[in-house]
C-alpha cells in the first residue's frame, strides 16, 4: 500500500524509468500478474540543449 507522501513520487518515478530505464516493471493493486512498462523511444541530446541554453547553466 502506498502511503500519501509515496503516491506523489510515484508518478515522477515511474515517468524517470521510462525514459533512462531499459523497463519499469509494476504490480497494480491485487492482480499476481506484472505490469512491464517499456523504455518509450526518446534521445535526449544532453550537448544540445546544454548549448541551446547556456547562458541558463
Known amino acids: ?22 523497463e519499469s516493471v509494476y504490480v497494480f493493486e491485487r492482480t499476481e500478474q506484472l505490469l512491464r512498462l517499456p523504455r518509450l523511444p526518446v534521445q535526449l541530446d544532453s550537448e544540445a540543449i546544454l548549448r541551446r541554453h547556456l547562458a541558463v547553466f
Open 1 to 22: 500500500n502506498l502511503t500519501g507522501g509515496f503516491k506523489s513520487v510515484q508518478g515522477f518515478m515511474q515517468a524517470l524509468g521510462m525514459i533512462y530505464a531499459d
